[in-house]
């Protein structure tokens, strides 16, 4: 009896050591389970050119929850990521709109997201509040910017800069892709390769895995932070570019719960909310398994409000299941 215990104890061990050291496993399971439930639900789910939409219904989310995976790596999390994005994609419409080159359009959106990482950034660092509420408070000021900026109004995009991302293209002759997909590919290669090759990215995870012993080695722990959230600021404002190449329409009311879907992506992906663990690829599945959560509970007829409260629990979900995993791992 003993003996049974003493090895049903080592198997829980070995599962959360092998989630913790392979996060991105669960989500690309949950994935797999998602694509074959909903195929069998519908007829017309399993379809190339569906899954290309799926694909790039996620690119928002997606974009957004790369940005939000740093954020959380330093054990901090930004509630206004999505708000921030929409502010920037009113920008770029309202100047393309006022006659303004797309370029220099496209640039001040980027730039504001930029700024507002800065913002939170310095907030963060110099002052010492809580990521939560300082995030909570812009979210707060960006939503109500929003709406001053939109009067009321949805703004139409006609400029072709800023609707490039969405523009289709035939891979092999038949499978649609679009250059969104290909940047965002390139944006998760480019931080995969930050974070796991480059001294500021052992640096983002030490931050977020024991600030007081990354400071003591000599870590510029500050540094490490205002740099993150000025990366993520700059993820967010391609984001927007990525909004509008998908929709040529800014409108303030798009993306409510773009924050929510981010951070359930983020954490569905494997990354801790505590900070210090987690994988771009991860996130990548995590962004994929909502996207297809989403779309096929649409093709099933399935209320709106159902689908956020599906998205939620999975939320709570994740969480519940890297709590286990963490305390496995330290028992």
């Known amino acids: 009896m003993t003996t049974a215990t003493a090895v049903s104890t080592k198997e829980r061990e070995s ?4 989630l913790l050291r392979a996060p991105a496993v669960g989500p690309a399971l949950a994935l797999i389970v998602a694509i074959v439930l909903f195929s069998l639900a519908t007829d017309t789910f399993f379809d190339l050119d569906n ?6 219904q996620s690119l928002v989310v997606g974009t957004l929850a790369l940005g939000q995976t740093l954020v959380i790596l330093i054990s901090g999390i930004d509630l206004s990521n999505a708000a921030s994005m929409v502010v920037a994609t009113l920008i770029m419409a309202k100047l393309a709109a006022a006659g303004a080159n797309g370029f220099v359009a496209l640039l001040a959106g980027v730039v504001l997201t930029i ?4 913002f939170i950034g310095g907030l963060a660092t110099r002052i010492k509040l809580p990521a ?5 408070g812009t979210f707060t000021m960006l939503t109500a910017v929003s709406k001053l900026i939109a009067g009321g109004q949805a703004v139409p995009v006609t400029d072709g800069l800023l609707q490039w991302l969405g523009t289709k293209r035939y891979l092999f002759g038949g499978i649609p892709i679009t250059y969104g997909m290909t940047l965002a590919l390139l944006m998760y290669l480019g931080v995969w ?3 796991t090759k480059t001294a500021w990215g052992k640096h983002v995870y030490a931050v977020g895995n024991a600030p007081e012993s990354a400071r003591l ?6 540094r ?24 040529p329409n800014a409108d303030p009311n798009q993306f409510q719960l773009g924050n929510l879907d981010s951070i359930t992506a983020v954490v569905l992906g494997g990354t801790s909310l505590f900070g210090g663990r987690g994988s771009v690829l991860g996130t990548l599945m995590g962004a994929l398994v909502v996207a297809v959560l989403r779309s096929g509970l649409t ?15 999975l939320l709570i979900a994740a969480v519940v299941v890297d709590r286990i995993a963490r305390r496995q791992q330290q028992s």
Do not use: H, P
Not at 227 to 238: D, E, K, M, N, R
């Open 15 to 18: 599962l959360g050591e092998f």
């Open 132 to 136: 939560f509420i300082i995030t909570l």
């Open 224 to 247: 490490t932070v205002l740099s993150v959230y000025i990366v993520a600021g700059l993820t967010f404002g391609i984001a927007a570019w990525q909004a509008l190449g998908r929709t």
């Open 115 to 118: 700024i507002v990482g800065i």
């Open 299 to 313: 093709q099933m007829n399935v209320d709106g409000n159902y689908q956020d409260l599906a998205t939620g629990a």
């Open 193 to 195: 390769y930050a974070l």
């Open 217 to 222: 080695s000599g870590i510029k722990v500050n």
């Open 51 to 56: 899954l290309s939409t799926v694909v790039q």
